[in-house]
């Protein structure tokens, strides 16, 4: 067979295979917006850093987003003390097509530290020791891929 021969086969090998995965797009991005509607939903998610609108009572899409942290209310000026953070009552799923790739805390506007996460084999949750010489609110920022920025907060004392 001549290469002019190869060539075109290769060249209709090639746009069947086009053909095939265009028309699994279709149910593809059907099956996407089934399984995460809030996006529609709610567009507004992704235009600004969310928060808790009543942060004893998350309801919807907050139960899954809103960082928690756990730490002490009360902690001695200079003493290292755990803090860890979660994504969500409900610990935020992670799987490729819906996951939280970062998370970043704060004391106050002073950045202390981010974790980058993948949907492979991570959760959204970490610790670190947090050493404070005033009293502080705690804030953690996540990032969703699909539901955007959320906050959560908790004031620590320095007694
Ligand atoms: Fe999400």
């Keep these: 067979m001549d290469s002019k021969h190869s060539y075109r086969r290769e060249f209709l090998a090639k746009g069947l295979w086009a053909t095939a995965g265009l028309l699994a797009l279709g149910p593809l991005k059907a099956a996407f917006a089934e399984n995460y509607p809030a996006s529609k939903a709610e567009p507004d998610l992704l235009a600004r850093v969310n928060r808790a609108k009543d942060p004893e009572n998350l309801q919807g899409v907050e139960v899954g987003h809103v960082p928690q942290i756990k730490s002490p209310r009360t902690v001695k000026a200079g003493e ?46 970490f610790k670190t020791m947090v050493v404070l010489k005033t009293s502080a609110v705690l804030r953690a920022v996540e990032h969703c891929n699909i539901h955007g920025l959320w906050e959560g907060s908790k004031q620590v004392e320095v007694v």
């Design 80 to 125: 290292p003390f755990e803090v860890e953070v979660m994504v969500g009552q409900k610990l935020h799923e992670m799987i490729p097509v819906h996951y939280i790739d970062w998370i970043d805390l704060y004391a106050g506007e002073l950045f202390l530290t981010k974790i980058i996460l993948t949907p492979h084999l991570t959760q959204p949750v």
